[in-house]
């Protein structure tokens, strides 16, 4: 009665007894197959050192040279970061003070002996009294101070443009620096194309290195003109700062020399007027 039963329990189900000895044979016949080694790698695919480093050294010469330039030109921004930072701080700062001084003088030559020969303000100073010297015999007080005024507008130029020197350098970086590192990406991606025509293959290991690469002196590139951007917004403003004081100073001494020609302008004995350095 039971094999009856298990008989007809096999005749339903033929499709898993077939299935089970498909699998039992598949399991066989892979256990006797012997084990097939992975494929070696070539060594010319494996990545090479992709830290900063290690990406400069293994550079093609002109992508080295796109970076030696690029870490040179912001070498050079700091550098005249820092120089002409103090030079415009330490500037604007004896302007207040000589600016002060001017403001309590009573005359030309009363700031004159206060104030350091070495500074612009006594620059002006100077040229307001050549000016006024030259034009003893001259009876126009207008026409002096007009004289005057010029100079002075020399000598505030001539400290405007001194003060200027060494920013041009900053807007020159600011402005090439980002294709100079654009063209090392071009060169170094042109790179990476000639090594996959080389070795007929698109493995990773061929073109990660010349793209990151190329990426490095994109990223130089950003590094030095970014801060020279800055830096150069920077000190134009400080910049116009020191002209706007320059200018105070300037407009102190026209008033001091107004002053002065209005007091005492002509000898009364020789009709001539005054040496205002002598007083």
């Known amino acids: 009665m039971m094999t009856e039963i298990f008989a007809e329990r096999i005749k339903r ?29 070539p060594v010319t695919l494996l990545p090479r050192d992709l830290s900063p480093w290690g990406m400069f050294s293994n ?36 302007l207040r003070k000589d600016l002060r001084v001017l403001a309590q003088a009573r005359s030309l030559a009363d700031a004159a002996r206060q104030l350091d020969v070495r500074h612009t303000v006594a620059g002006l100073i100077e ?44 807007a020159t970086i600011g402005a090439v620096a980002p294709f100079v590192g654009l063209f090392g990406t071009v ?19 061929v073109v990660a290195p010349g793209i990151a690469e190329a990426l490095l002196a994109t990223a130089l590139g950003l590094f030095a003109a970014i801060p020279a951007v800055v830096i150069y917004n920077v000190f134009s403003r400080s910049i116009a700062a020191y002209r706007a004081l320059h200018a105070d100073c300037t407009a102190e001494v026209l008033r001091l020399l107004s002053r002065d020609l209005d007091r005492e302008t002509v000898h009364p004995a020789k009709g001539q007027r005054t040496n205002l350095a002598a007083e």
């Open 13 to 41: 189900t033929p499709g898993v007894i077939f299935a089970a000895l498909w699998l039992a044979c598949c399991d066989a016949a892979l256990a006797q197959t012997p084990e097939t080694p992975a494929p070696d790698v």
């Open 59 to 94: 550079a093609d010469i002109i992508v080295k040279a796109v970076m030696v330039g690029l870490a040179f030109a912001s070498l050079v921004t700091w550098t005249v970061a820092l120089a002409k930072g103090l030079e415009v701080i330490m500037a604007r700062r004896r």
């Open 127 to 170: 040229a307001a009294l050549a000016e006024v010297e030259a034009s003893a015999d001259a009876a126009d007080k207008e026409g002096i101070k007009e004289r005057v005024a010029l100079r002075l507008s020399r000598v505030e130029a001539e400290a405007g443009r001194r003060m200027t020197r060494g920013t041009g350098a900053l």
């Open 187 to 205: 060169w170094g991606i042109m790179n990476s194309f000639i090594n996959i025509s080389k070795q007929h293959t698109t493995n990773l290991a």
